[in-house]
């Protein structure tokens, strides 16, 4: 496949070269983020970090080739997701949300979520304080009658410590970063299992997403086997998301990823045409409803 040339900067991201891959029409970035300093950081908020604008994102998704994309509402914002739905109704029907919101929350404030584009709501267990476990199944329930999903981002530690909580969870749930599995034996840990227990029960969705979240190297090529494995036998409950703007990575002082050879990695792992149709378009359209 011919590759694109690179037409402009691309922010937070390590080009060692241009993508060499073309994404299927309609393909869709499930997971990355909006920072906008005109919107307030929460209270607690430690991060402190730098604009990570729509414009900047726009020329992201161009050089990468993928049309679609989730905006996820980073844990510096708490439960304020102002800057979310201006972001969603900035990027229009290609973009889709998923808000931060906790057990007090009106369905006046879920209406205006709609509204804006959010099919989906996050609890991010491992930053920030807006939300608890004690709120997942609540929370759940509520969501779940608009046809919303749930995801939670945790630790392969914490998820198993949720176990029981996470097998109760009404409606579709979505595991980001691929259920935090560690290095450099992730198939040992007893989340694997319970990762397989979520995914029989038809809804539950796992993001390949941030895999430098537990590689032990720069080209990732550790987490072939993890990664295969979702998308051989789980082929209609994966999905791909990039992560950009990289806030855990700009926090902790690291270089930024190659999102181009990661993305072109995951690519190739998923082996043939029918699975990468699945895993760009069909399972983000079915899950984030753009059909």
């Known amino acids: ?45 430690t991060r402190n ?31 304020d997701n102002r800057c ?11 973009a889709r949300g998923e808000a931060v919101v906790n057990d007090a ?8 979520l709609q509204l804006a584009g959010v099919t989906g709501v996050r609890f991010n267990l491992g930053a920030g304080n807006a939300t608890t476990p004690e709120m997942l199944l609540p929370v759940a329930q509520r969501v779940a009658e608009r046809g919303w999903h749930v995801q939670v981002h945790a630790t392969a530690d914490q998820l198993w410590q949720l176990r029981s909580t996470l097998l109760q969870v009404p409606g579709n749930l979505v595991i980001d970063h691929y259920f935090r599995l560690p290095q450099p034996e992730p198939m040992a840990h007893p989340v ?10 038809g809804q539950c969705w796992v993001k390949l997403s941030a895999l430098y979240h537990q590689s032990q190297r720069d080209d990732v090529s550790d987490m072939a086997a993890l990664v295969t494995g979702f998308l ?60």
Request: glycine share 2%.
């Open 105 to 112: 929350v009106s369905d006046a404030e879920l209406d205006a």
């Open 1 to 45: 496949m011919e590759s694109r040339d690179i037409l402009v900067d691309v922010k937070y991201s390590h080009i060692s070269h241009s993508p060499e891959i073309v994404l299927p029409e309609n393909s869709c970035d499930c997971h990355h983020h909006i920072f906008d300093r005109r919107y307030p950081y929460a209270a607690d908020d």
């Open 192 to 201: 694997w299992k319970l990762a397989w227990e979520l995914i029989d029960k």
């Open 232 to 291: 051989r036998d789980a082929t209609e409950r994966v999905l791909w998301g990039s992560d950009w703007p990289h806030p855990n990575l700009i926090s902790a002082n690291k270089n930024m990823p190659d999102d181009a050879l990661i993305l072109s990695k995951i690519y190739h792992w998923a082996h043939n045409d029918q699975v990468r149709h699945k895993l760009f378009v069909e399972n983000p359209a079915e899950l984030y409803r753009f059909n």
């Open 49 to 79: 970090l730098p604009d990570a604008t729509v414009n900047d994102y726009n020329q992201f998704k161009k050089w990468l080739g993928h049309s679609r994309h989730i905006l996820v509402q980073p844990s510096s914002y708490g439960t």
């Open 84 to 94: 979310l739905t201006d972001a969603l109704r900035a990027f229009g029907t290609h």
